[in-house]
T-cell receptor
Framework: QKEVEQDPGPLSVPEGAIVSLNCTYS??????FMWYRQYSRKGPELLMY????GNKEDGRFTAQVDKSSKYISLFIRDSQPSDSATYLC??????????FGQGTRLTINP | KAGVTQTPRYLIKTRGQQVTLSCSPISGHRSVSWYQQTPGQGLQFLFEYFSETQRNKGNFPGRFSGRQFSNSRSEMNVSTLELGDSALYLC????????????FGPGTRLTVL
């Protein structure tokens, strides 16, 4: 079993919908949690960064971490076609040596 | 501020050859990490260098090696290439703090024939 589990999708939603992406993990030592967005043939781009449990909001994006359940989520409000990409969750004990989920391929349909 | 740069962007090699990839971190960043991304295994951590010393290492065979120079630029080398080494190799840099996040370059796509 992988340390980080993420449904690879694909996930397809209409423009304007709220998107919910999530990951589960098994290593209770993880304390840094990140979401990256990766467009085709590009490197991952950092979207959200959270230390320990709690919520963090940045524009249309909200990240949630529940360490008691070993579960993290990313919500995208008012989704746009430009949000179509692969979303990767990542986590680590220190801020280095990231462990990634498989990535969820998301398509926003106009 | 310029982002992480990687050269070359694309590379084609044959089995048994060796390859060297290069990474220039964001100015001021001293930590450089390398990752391998494949459709089957996803993104996997190779190793991390900080101040010219390997600080962390993933579970890859010894054919994969790296180094970092005094200007924080880093190279990774893969010897005796195998078909399964075909992947996107990503470099990420970060600052010196324990909580500093990693910023990725565009990657080098390696194809082994």
């Amino acid at each position: 079993q992988k340390e980080v589990e993420q449904d690879p999708g694909p996930l397809s939603v209409p423009e304007g919908a709220i998107v919910s992406l999530n990951c589960t993990y098994s290593n209770s030592a993880f304390q840094y949690f990140m979401w990256y967005r990766q467009y085709s043939r590009k490197g991952p781009e950092l979207l959200m960064y959270t230390y320990s449990s709690g919520n963090k909001e940045d524009g249309r994006f909200t990240a949630q971490v529940d360490k008691s359940s070993k579960y993290i989520s990313l919500f995208i409000r008012d989704s746009q076609p430009s949000d179509s990409a692969t979303y990767l969750c990542a986590m680590s004990e220190g801020a280095q040596k990231l462990v990634f989920g498989q990535g969820t391929r998301l398509t926003i349909n106009p | 501020k310029a982002g992480v740069t990687q050269t070359p962007r694309y590379l084609i090699k044959t089995r048994g050859q060796q390859v060297t990839l290069s990474c220039s971190p964001i100015s001021g960043h001293r930590s450089v990490s390398w990752y391998q991304q494949t459709p089957g295994q996803g993104l996997q951590f190779l190793f991390e260098y900080f101040s010219e010393t390997q600080r962390n290492k993933g579970n890859f065979p010894g054919r994969f090696s790296g180094r970092q120079f005094s200007n924080s630029r880093s190279e990774m080398n893969v010897s005796t290439l195998e078909l399964g080494d075909s992947a996107l190799y990503l470099c990420a840099s970060s600052g010196t703090g324990a909580a500093d996040t990693q910023y990725f370059g565009p990657g080098t796509r390696l194809t082994v024939l």
